[in-house]
Nanobody, 123 residues
C-alpha cells in the first residue's frame, strides 16, 4: 500500500502563487509515477500534471502549461506542484496519485490517491 497526503492548498488571489506538496509513505516512492489531478465543483476530475518515477519526464495539461510545474524529491518521498499566475478557473480540490508502469493522464489508471487539498483563487 501507498499512502498519500496532500498539503498546501489555501485561498489565494488571482495572479498569485502556491506550492502543493504530496507526501508518500508505504511502498518505495521512487518506483511510482506521480500525477496531480483536480476536481472543481460540479465538474469531473481532470488531469493536471504527471512526472516519471525518475523525474526525467513531465507532462502538463494545456490549461496549466507554462504556469504550473511538477517536481519530486525521492529521498523525501514527496512530489510538488508549483502553481504560478493562478486564475479563478484553477479553483478546485487538488489530488495527487501514484501508479507503477504507466505514464497516464487518465485518473482511473492510478492506483493510490490522497484525500485532496482545496485551492481557492479569488478574483
Amino acid at each position: 500500500q501507498v499512502q498519500l497526503v496532500e498539503s498546501g492548498g489555501e485561498l489565494v488571489q488571482a495572479g498569485g502563487s502556491l506550492r502543493l506538496s504530496c507526501a508518500a509513505s508505504g511502498r518505495t516512492f521512487s518506483n511510482y509515477n506521480m500525477g496531480w489531478f483536480r476536481q472543481a465543483a460540479g465538474k469531473e476530475r481532470e488531469f493536471v500534471s504527471l512526472i516519471m518515477s525518475n523525474g526525467f519526464s513531465t507532462f502538463y495539461a494545456d490549461s496549466v502549461k507554462g504556469r504550473f510545474s511538477i517536481s519530486r524529491d525521492n529521498p523525501k518521498n514527496t512530489v510538488y506542484l508549483q502553481m504560478n499566475s493562478l486564475k479563478p478557473e484553477d479553483t478546485a480540490v487538488y489530488y495527487c496519485a501514484a501508479v507503477q508502469g504507466l505514464f497516464s493522464t487518465r485518473a482511473r489508471e492510478y492506483d493510490y490517491w490522497g484525500q485532496g487539498t482545496q485551492v481557492t483563487v479569488s478574483s
